[in-house]
Every structure is written in structure tokens, then in C-alpha cells.
């Protein structure tokens, strides 16, 4: 059997999670014999240069701005040249932009997926009021173009949750709806620790990671930081990542004055020293479409405490895996970590639990059925 030839196409490789996950898979697929990977990205932005080993990536400066009044800007050139020298039998997009720039080029020999890391808000079902909004009627008109696009390429597409997948399901057209779940993966071994880190007395440590935006809400930890204050614990809270809410949450720490109890470490390199020094692993987004980071925390034998951000419930098992804390409260989520760190042998089932359950999410056999997924659908076109 031929190797599969695969072009991957991802707007840039800035730190985030869809990001992050395309490199591991293509990484993954790269050390395939029966597979050909090359990455392309829009912008040369690349925050990954020391894990993508012996990866192709290749950067193509090409765009698509449509406009509804029909002075659209297409350059695809770049794009289009890649595409046809590798010759691929797949071509799958990540993100929007990608989405919208790769459908513009011609290419009719490779089957075409499109993996759906969030519910895109250009496919938000469109409102009477939002005819007066200018950025609702530009995305209703984005949204329209790829539609036409989707149907021209006979398109699949992969949802990471179910809370995704019913998202496309309501806003697609049924004869579009060639939707397969799969969800996300990590690369266990870089993020597994074995041993079990039991909670010292009264100290409670903790680690956060995603964009500092408003639907991942690290606001809401400094409440549970001071609940955990007066109710006689001391908290060691380390947030990784950056965004436009950096200096709102430090203005709030500050007021409380809880500086020395939570600190905002910004992006950084190796999460996972992070995640093999604490116990628990804190999660507060009102809105995940999977939750990535709760998996490399489960394979870290970390316990994790959560909001339902809805994706995330498709990997949370509540009491085995860790306490999702619904509705929100910052009284309900420090009374569990209280709970979870003076119990000492629940800590240690839930933290054994979470490190299985996060084996079978490893990339490697994540990879096996993406394969599976592709030459199913070329023998399809095929037939």
C-alpha cells in the first residue's frame, strides 16, 4: 500500500490548543511509514520551533477577505503551488482562516477535511437584529461562501466533542452533515508522572493553563483563592498563558491582596513541570470545546476541579476523574478541593483513575483511526 500523501493547513503556530494539536499530529503522522505530512501555515508565526522534529513546514503567504460588497482580495497563489508539487490525497484544515484560504485553491485529486476545534461563530444561526450589525452580516456572507465551498469539495469534517459536533449538526445543511467525532489527543508521554503527589496540610497547589480571555474566566480562581484563605488553607496557584485579561486579573489579585498565593507565569514552554509539581489541577472556563489541558493534568496524576464549560463534559466522570462544579460557585469549588485534600485515599483513586483514563488518549492511537478516517473516505470518493 502507497503512502498516504497529507498537507495539513493551520493559519500559523501561535501557543494554543488547536495549535498545539496539529503539530503533535502531524508529528505523529510524519513518523508513519505509510504516510507523507507536510504543514503548511499562513504566517510565520511559529512558537513550536523545538517539537516539530523532522516535520516539513512550510510557510504560505496567501489570503482571503471576502466582502459583501464584492470587492473580495483572493491571493492563493502561494497555497496553490504547494498543493500542487506535493500531489496529496488529503488536505485537512484547522481554524477558520485556513478554512477559508484552502478552499479557494484548485485541487480536485484529495479528499478534504475540515476539523472543528470550536462551534465557529461565523456559522452562528443569524438573528433579526443582527441585520444591523455590520460584523454579523460580514460573518452570515463568510459563512454562505464556504457553505458553496464545502458542497463543491464533498467535505468531512471532525468534531473534537459532542457538544461540537451538535453545534455543526444544527447549522450545517443534512446533506453536508459528513461529521465523524474524534476526540482530542495528547502526547501521554511527555505529560505522565506515575508517582502520586499526596496535598501537604493546610497547602493546597494548584495550576491553570489557557488564553487569558474572558470564556476561559481565571478571574473566578482568585474567589477560590480567597474562600480557601478563610477557611484556614493557604493556596499555591500558578497560571499559565497570556491574553487581553492579563491586567484585569492582576488588578483584581492585587485588590484582594492574594499576590503572594496566585501567580500568573504567562506562556511558557514545559506546562508539564508545572503540572508534576502541584496536586490539583483547576479549570474555571464557562465555555471548552474539549479541554486538552485536563487531559495532560489526568496523565500528570493530578485531580482535577471544573466548570462545565460543555465540551469537556465528553472526558469528565464525575468522582472518578475528578469534580466538575455546576452551577459555578467559588464556595462549592474551594470546599472541594478542601475535601479532595484532606482525604487522602480518595486523592489517591481519583489521581490513579485520571492517569489510565488519560492513556487512552494518547496520539499514536488517535492517529491510527485519522488514518482510518482518511482511506475510508478516498475509497469512497472512489466508488
Not at 510557510?59 to 471576502?66: A, E, G, K, L, Q
Not at 508522572?193 to 482568585?222: C, W, Y
Request: proline content about 3%; hydrophobic content about 40%; some cysteine.
Amino acid at each position: 500500500m502507497k503512502p498516504l500523501r497529507i498537507i495539513h493547513i493551520i493559519p500559523s503556530l501561535i501557543k494554543g490548543g488547536a495549535e498545539r494539536l496539529t503539530l503533535d499530529i502531524c508529528t505523529s503522522l510524519s513518523q508513519r511509514i505509510d504516510c507523507e505530512v507536510k504543514l503548511i501555515i499562513l504566517h510565520p508565526e511559529n512558537n513550536f520551533q523545538d517539537q516539530g522534529g523532522s516535520l516539513t513546514i512550510e510557510y504560505c503567504n496567501s489570503f482571503v477577505i471576502p466582502s459583501v460588497s464584492g470587492k473580495s482580495q483572493v491571493d492563493v497563489r502561494a497555497i496553490q503551488d504547494a498543493i500542487d508539487r506535493f500531489q496529496p490525497d488529503v488536505i485537512h484544515t484547522h481554524l477558520f482562516e485556513a478554512e477559508i484560504v484552502a478552499r479557494e485553491v484548485i485541487y480536485t485529486k484529495a479528499v478534504w477535511f475540515s476539523h472543528l476545534h470550536d462551534n465557529m461563530f461565523q456559522f452562528r444561526p443569524i438573528k433579526p437584529k443582527d441585520w444591523f450589525s455590520k460584523k454579523r452580516i460580514t460573518e452570515w456572507f463568510e459563512r454562505n461562501w464556504m457553505l458553496k465551498k464545502y458542497k463543491a469539495c464533498t467535505n468531512h469534517f471532525i468534531a473534537i466533542s459532542r457538544d461540537t459536533e451538535r453545534f455543526f449538526k444544527s447549522v450545517l445543511p443534512k446533506s453536508m452533515q459528513r461529521i465523524t467525532l474524534l476526540h482530542n489527543a495528547i502526547r501521554f508521554e511527555k505529560f505522565s508522572k506515575a508517582d502520586i503527589r499526596v496535598p501537604e496540610s493546610r497547602l493546597i497547589k494548584m495550576v491553570s493553563t489557557g488564553s487569558l480571555v474572558d470564556k476561559k474566566n481565571q478571574i473566578f480562581l482568585t474567589d477560590v483563592v480567597t474562600e480557601l484563605n478563610k477557611l484556614g488553607y493557604t493556596a499555591d496557584l500558578r497560571i499559565l498563558g497570556d491574553g487581553v485579561n492579563k491586567e484585569k486579573i492582576k488588578a483584581r489579585i492585587d485588590a484582594l491582596g492574594i499576590g503572594n498565593q496566585m501567580h500568573m507565569e504567562g506562556n511558557v514552554d514545559a506546562v508539564e513541570q508545572y503540572l508534576h509539581e502541584a496536586s490539583f489541577y483547576v479549570h474555571p472556563a464557562t465555555y471548552e470545546p474539549f479541554g486538552l489541558v485536563l487531559l495532560e493534568a489526568m496523565a500528570a496524576s493530578m485531580v482535577c476541579v471544573a466548570l462545565n464549560g460543555k465540551g469537556n463534559l465528553d472526558i469528565h466522570e464525575e468522582g472518578l476523574n475528578g469534580f466538575l462544579i455546576d452551577p459555578a460557585s467559588p464556595v462549592a469549588f474551594a470546599q472541594k478541593l478542601i475535601e479532595c485534600s484532606e482525604n487522602t485515599a480518595l486523592y489517591k483513586e481519583i489521581a490513579q483513575y485520571s492517569f489510565n483514563y488519560a492513556k487512552r488518549f494518547d496520539i499514536e492511537a488517535y492517529t491510527d483511526r485519522l488514518v482510518g478516517l482518511y482511506r475510508s473516505a478516498i475509497e469512497k470518493q472512489k466508488a
